[in-house]
């Protein structure tokens, strides 16, 4: 059971722009964006923030994410008029979210904030499981591969991949595509069982 969230007015109401910082597992969600008829992480924070602020709110993400991938800082901002303290909105709206997704931390900022326009950079991490057997317990996290990889020629292959590229030719062109990336870096740690 769920513990019962008071919440009272620390303020007068104002129009207010509010960041949030999440975390979540992706395993059972279509990705960050909103979608008819599929559950979204940015759907279903609206329709919590929805029924804890009682009005329409829209959340904006620094980006966007895959099926079934995770994050554990993805920056989000939304507008509202309310008085509730900040505590009260991030435990508030963490007593609606279902447990694969969490505020971290929640932020008042200005009113010109877009998370997504404010967005510097983003880091991706992809996880190999090396063993004989599937995990069942890393199964939503990893990648497995029960066989023996070359890690020099993993090593030499990322390298292709630093610097700054243009991949506009390649891409279908819609509001999102994204035709240059710059790779800061790279690195591969082998923790036994697992790659990064």
């Not at 910082?21 to 759907?43: F, V």
Request: proline share 2%; charged share 25%; hydrophobic share 40%.
């Amino acid at each position: 059971m769920r513990n019962v969230v008071i919440l009272r007015l620390d303020r007068r109401i104002q129009m207010r722009n509010i960041k949030l910082t999440i975390e979540y597992d992706g395993t059972n969600y279509c990705g960050w964006q909103r979608q008819a008829r599929l559950k979204s992480i940015q759907a279903v924070i609206e329709q919590s923030l929805n029924k804890l602020l009682q009005q329409k709110v829209k959340v904006f993400g620094s980006g966007r994410t895959d099926a079934g991938v995770h994050a554990k800082g993805q920056v989000a901002n939304f507008q509202a008029e309310t008085g509730l303290g900040l505590e009260n909105i991030r435990n508030g709206l963490n007593a609606l979210l279902p447990e694969e997704i969490a505020v971290r931390e929640i932020k008042e900022v200005s009113p010109g904030f877009n998370s997504r326009y404010a967005a510097k950079s983003k880091v991706y991490r992809y996880t190999i499981l090396r063993q004989e057997t599937r995990s069942p317990f890393f199964r939503n996290h990893s990648l497995f591969i029960p066989y023996g990889l070359n890690i020099e020629v993993m090593k030499k292959a990322a390298s292709y991949l630093e610097g700054r590229h243009n991949f506009s030719e390649d891409l279908i062109r819609s509001a999102f595509a994204i035709d240059h990336c710059h790779l800061l870096r790279w690195h591969f740690q082998d923790l036994g069982l697992f790659l990064r």
